[in-house]
């Protein structure tokens, strides 16, 4: 057999020549939750040869790595969590909002005066507290949006949290770009909108490399319907964590 890695012959466990297991498969369950403590628990190499790869050529990247190409790759738990946490932090530091921030503040202008501090309320600012668990959170969402959109294309629910995930963390350094340049130039109109364009549209080019068989039209508006999915998705998830935490309310007084 050939190693998936670097194709090489193989007799063994382990790949002489690239030192890969030879047991690399399809994304499943138990392979992600091995990768996913693998991600938190050890310090795995290829994190800057990730970050190039994922803005050189991401949608081949990412593909090549579902193929079984993973020995240089940083695993894509571990690589949103990083740079989710990178970009918090430098927020925090440069005394910038995220994105989250910015809806939650808007959410709660928004809101009736009257409960400044309902639930909803509380929980939304916990999420914002928590930017690098709310982007793992997001994420399994988003990917079943996309899951559904780009059904046809038969690739697994969690190898669409693997693309979200890489996708995810590559928007979180557009974003921390952002945050840097805003505390030299202050915020202003068009940063945001091309922070946002350049986001979305790094996501957009993602999927056109990632689905390259398909025609750019198509993929184009699969990825648009992922997004409306994704709001209604989101909006469910909400109204059912803000339904839960007004039961247990109820039930604790």
């Given at each position: 057999?050939?190693?998936?890695?670097?194709?090489?012959?193989?007799?063994?466990?382990?790949?002489?020549?690239?030192?890969?297991?030879?047991?690399?498969?399809?994304?499943?369950?138990?392979?992600?939750?091995?990768?996913?403590?693998?991600?938190?628990?050890?310090?795995?190499?290829?994190?800057?040869?990730?970050?190039?790869?994922?803005?050189?050529?991401?949608?081949?990247?990412?593909?090549?790595?579902?193929?079984?190409?993973?020995?240089?790759?940083?695993?894509?738990?571990?690589?949103v969590l990083i740079l989710s946490?990178?970009?918090?932090?430098i927020a925090r530091f440069l005394?910038?909002?995220?994105?989250?921030?910015?809806?939650?503040?808007?959410?709660?202008?928004?809101?009736?005066?009257?409960?400044?501090?309902?639930?909803?309320?509380?929980?939304?600012?916990?999420?914002?507290?928590?930017?690098?668990?709310?982007?793992?959170?997001?994420?399994?969402?988003?990917?079943?949006?996309?899951?559904?959109?780009?059904?046809?294309?038969?690739?697994?629910?969690?190898?669409?949290?693997?693309?979200?995930?890489?996708?995810?963390?590559?928007?979180?350094?557009?974003?921390?770009?952002?945050?840097?340049?805003?505390?030299?130039?202050?915020?202003?109109?068009?940063?945001?909108?091309?922070?946002?364009?350049?986001?979305?549209?790094?996501?957009?080019?993602?999927?056109?490399?990632?689905?390259?068989?398909?025609?750019?039209?198509?993929?184009?508006?699969?990825?648009?319907?992922?997004?409306?999915?994704?709001?209604?998705?989101?909006?469910?998830?909400?109204?059912?964590?803000?339904?839960?935490?007004?039961?247990?309310?109820?039930?604790?007084?």
């Amino acid at each position: 057999m050939n190693c998936k890695n670097c194709n090489q012959l193989v007799d063994g466990n382990y790949c002489k020549h690239c030192g890969q297991s030879t047991g690399i498969g399809r994304i499943n369950f138990s392979g992600f939750f091995n990768d996913l403590s693998d991600s938190v628990f050890q310090i795995n190499r290829g994190f800057f040869y990730t970050v190039n790869q994922l803005f050189v050529r991401p949608g081949h990247s990412i593909r090549e790595y579902l193929e079984g190409k993973r020995k240089k790759h940083f695993k894509p738990v571990g690589y949103v969590l990083i740079l989710s946490t990178i970009y918090f932090f430098i927020a925090r530091f440069l005394e910038s909002d995220t994105f989250l921030n910015d809806f939650v503040t808007g959410f709660a202008s928004s809101s009736d005066d009257s409960e400044p501090d309902g639930k909803p309320l509380t929980i939304l600012k916990w999420f914002t507290g928590n930017y690098a668990y709310t982007t793992l959170m997001l994420i399994p969402v988003f990917s079943l949006a996309s899951f559904l959109s780009f059904l046809k294309f038969k690739f697994n629910y969690l190898e669409h949290v693997v693309l979200n995930a890489y996708i995810t963390g590559q928007q979180a350094i557009i974003y921390s770009i952002s945050a840097i340049l805003t505390f030299f130039f202050g915020e202003f109109d068009l940063l945001i909108m091309l922070t946002l364009g350049g986001s979305i549209g790094y996501a957009v080019f993602v999927f056109l490399q990632f689905f390259l068989k398909e025609t750019r039209i198509s993929v184009v508006f699969r990825f648009i319907l992922t997004y409306v999915l994704y709001v209604i998705l989101l909006t469910l998830v909400l109204f059912l964590v803000f339904s839960f935490s007004e039961i247990f309310s109820i039930t604790e007084n």
